[in-house]
């Protein structure tokens, strides 16, 4: 095999592992994103129970 030359295994493979690495990014991704919403969630939930001692 010279360079730059693909069987169809080895093109299937480079296109599978490029495709499991953009999955794990993709939830990489989600999983950061739920987790900024639950800091969120909880700044708020902090902020509620300060202004029930306020009161």
Do not use: C, W
Not at 14 to 21: D, G, N
Not at 35 to 54: A, H, P, Q
């Amino acid at each position: 095999m010279g360079y730059g030359y693909h069987t169809r295994e080895t093109r299937d493979l480079a296109y599978r592992i490029t495709r499991l690495k953009n999955t794990k990014i993709y939830y990489m991704r989600q999983y950061r994103n739920t987790d900024l919403k639950l800091k969120v969630l909880e700044n708020k939930l902090s902020n509620i129970k300060e202004e029930k001692n306020i009161i």
